[in-house]
């Protein structure tokens, strides 16, 4: 069965840290731009953190720079998401997706036309 599966969310105190986990299953994440994005409530759908193994670029949303940190790890088919400095604005439903050979700020700009989308989890960043 193909799909992503992400893991990793919780309740954080601000300033606190998280790290999110999508296992990709069923396909090889070789050749595939990976790509970590979020929904809070009452809003659109936003890319926050991109990779690319086509060019091996990454990119990152201008409110997370310096905070998030995206990663692979090629043995375990899986991508991460590191959140250091967590703000209550961060609060949101993550989820992670895939595209077949897609540039890592195409991924997170364009939204449409996603290979594979995982179900999402939730980070709530609250004191």
């Known amino acids: 069965q193909v799909q992503l599966v992400e893991s990793g969310g919780g309740l954080v105190q601000p300033g606190g840290s998280l790290r999110l986990s999508c296992a990709a299953s069923g396909f090889s994440l070789d050749y595939y731009a990976i790509g970590w994005f979020r929904q809070a409530p009452g809003k659109e759908r936003e890319g926050v953190s991109c990779?690319?193994?086509?060019?091996?670029?990454?990119y990152y949303e201008d409110s997370v720079e310096g905070r998030f940190t995206i990663s692979r790890d090629n043995a375990k088919n899986t991508v991460y998401l590191e959140m250091n400095n967590l703000k209550p604005e961060d609060t949101a439903v993550y989820y992670c997706?895939?595209?077949?050979?897609?540039?890592?700020?195409?991924?997170?700009?364009?939204?449409?036309?996603?290979?594979?989308w995982g179900k999402g989890t939730l980070v709530t960043v609250s004191s």
């Open positions: 997706a895939a595209k077949h050979y897609r540039g890592a700020k195409a991924m997170c700009v364009i939204l449409i036309g996603m290979d594979y």
């Open positions: 990779l690319s193994t086509s060019d091996s670029s990454t």
